[in-house]
């Protein structure tokens, strides 16, 4: 067994790290009961498959397109179906532009702007649903959360002191995924931040802080009413926490498709590409569905290949060529896996429980966001 992988299964469980008191009051904020003992983490349990006529249906619901007049996205990070069924876009290029798209797929307007001030964005990494109506927007430039109300207008501004990846809300409060530098919570993957300060960080028995690690590191989080869903984007693990902090359920999906891994590994004509899990989200029902992104069976065609100083490196130009789209709906409940569906296109986001998007060229050689309906057929 790899040094590397050694590393990753001892940073995939979980505990309870906590000031008492913050704790007590957030519990009583969201209306549990206050604990008197943490919750003993659970054996994991191995999802196994159900459900032989079970599919997964992909409906177009739209095509978001570039306006005419040359505004809208060009590369992007992240997509949010508003309750009327329009969509905000979080531009990657250009940076900092956070785009309004109606039901049907045509550019609206920007919803604020690129900068550093009030209502200004730089590097806009998430958009998620928090209390009510309200919007979440994290900017790694500007390194803060953004609050927006249902008509889109700055709510209010609080600041996120580290760099972060995704980002989840239940209650008042906000879960991080980042790495923190300080000794109290280095080497922890979750992180609960009030304004400038860490409450609580969470998801490791034993604290590795390894910036290469990305297997690990990066996790990929939903909400529930009792806590939250975390993937491994290395592994095909799924946990649950409480509002505690502490693991109380782990899936394990084992399937030959999908290898294991703690540091990422370049595909080469030899080599394919690192399997990842990309996206989780939980629906009405309670189920969860994940996003996954594998070895396209050409990928190895899709490489270019580059000698530098005698030594052949490699790379590829679009994700589609290399890599397909895997979404698969979990019953936790039951621990089954319902059906899974495979797509050449690039899935990179939930909209929402309901929707995925896939990005595509089109003739015009710009990017087109097309979004999914998904439903469960029996």
């Not at 940073?11 to 209306?31: D, E, H, N």
């Not at 760099?163 to 300080?182: K, S």
């Not at 989080?221 to 806590?227: C, I, L, R, Y």
């Amino acid at each position: 067994m790899g040094e590397h992988f050694k590393l990753a299964l001892m940073a995939i469980a979980s505990a309870a790290r906590a000031r008492k008191v913050f704790l007590l009051s957030w519990f009583a904020a969201l209306g549990f009961p206050q604990p008197s003992h943490a919750v003993q983490p659970q054996e994991p349990s191995i999802l196994r498959e159900a459900c032989s006529g079970c599919s997964i249906q992909l409906t177009l619901a739209a095509t978001l397109a570039p306006a005419p007049s040359g505004g809208g996205f060009s590369v992007f990070s992240d997509i949010y179906r508003l309750h009327d069924g329009r969509y905000l876009v979080a531009n990657e290029v250009p940076a900092g532009e956070l785009e309004l798209y109606s039901a049907e797929g045509e550019f609206i307007r920007l919803v604020g702007s690129s900068g550093q001030g009030p209502g200004e964005f730089g590097f806009i990494r998430e958009i998620f649903r928090m209390a009510g109506d309200s919007i979440g927007v994290t900017d790694l430039t500007n390194l803060r959360l953004t609050v927006l109300d249902e008509d889109l207008k700055v709510a209010r501004t609080t600041p996120l002191p580290f760099r972060h990846r995704e980002a989840v809300a239940f209650g008042p409060h906000v879960v991080v995924n980042g790495q923190v530098r300080t000794p109290e919570h280095a080497g922890y993957p979750f992180h609960v931040a009030d304004g400038s300060e860490i409450d609580l960080s969470f998801g490791a028995d034993t604290a590795v802080f390894r910036g290469d690690l990305l297997g690990i590191n990066n996790r990929p989080m939903t909400g529930s009413s009792a806590g939250m869903w975390a993937a491994f984007m290395g592994q095909y693990v799924l946990d649950h926490f409480d509002l505690l902090g502490v693991r109380t359920r782990r899936l394990v999906r084992e399937v030959d498709w999908f290898e294991p891994w703690g540091t990422i590994s370049l595909p080469t004509p030899d080599t394919p590409p690192s399997p990842q899990v990309i996206r989780l989200s939980a629906d009405s029902e309670g189920r969860l569905w994940t996003v996954l992104h594998l070895a396209s069976p050409e990928w190895a065609r899709h490489l270019t290949e580059r000698v530098v100083d005698g030594r052949a490196t490699y790379s590829f130009q679009a994700l589609d060529g290399i890599y397909d789209s895997v979404i698969e709906v979990i019953d936790p409940e039951e621990g089954t896996v319902l059906a899974t569906a495979r797509m050449d296109e690039i899935v990179f986001a939930f909209a929402d429980s309901q929707h995925v998007a896939s990005v595509r060229e089109g003739s015009d050689l710009l990017p087109r966001i097309d979004v999914w309906k998904i439903t469960v057929s029996r």
